[in-house]
């Protein structure tokens, strides 16, 4: 992945991630020709989150999203999904820190139930 806006961001949301839940494990999954990288993944008693890189956004999907109180209307994708919301975070986005650090929070104590 170039080192452009998009890479800032993808740091940015580890950064909240890790903030929201220090013990979290990050994995690259799903690596092909397309992506070597892979798809970072965050885990902590279960999937929490993917977070995937576009042209023209940054993807972040919360695993049991549906399932999650989103009082600052983060979701703003994948709002018909049955299990899972993302948001999609485009060049020109200001994304909440402090309620995305909650979302995070919300999405482990969940996991852990």
Do not use: Q
């Amino acid at each position: 992945m170039a080192n452009d806006w998009r890479s800032e961001t993808v740091d940015s949301i580890r950064g909240f991630i890790n903030e929201a839940a220090p013990d979290v494990v990050e994995e690259a999954k799903w690596r092909k020709a397309s992506n070597p990288d892979g798809v970072p993944t965050f885990s902590r008693s279960g999937l929490i989150c993917t977070v995937e890189t576009y042209k023209d956004k940054v993807k972040v999907t919360f695993a049991k999203g549906a399932s999650l109180e989103d009082p600052a209307g983060l979701f703003n994708a994948s709002l018909d999904a049955g299990t899972r919301r993302a948001i999609d975070i485009h060049e020109s986005d200001d994304l909440d820190g402090d309620a995305f650090v909650e979302l995070v929070r919300t999405a482990v104590a969940l996991n852990e139930g």
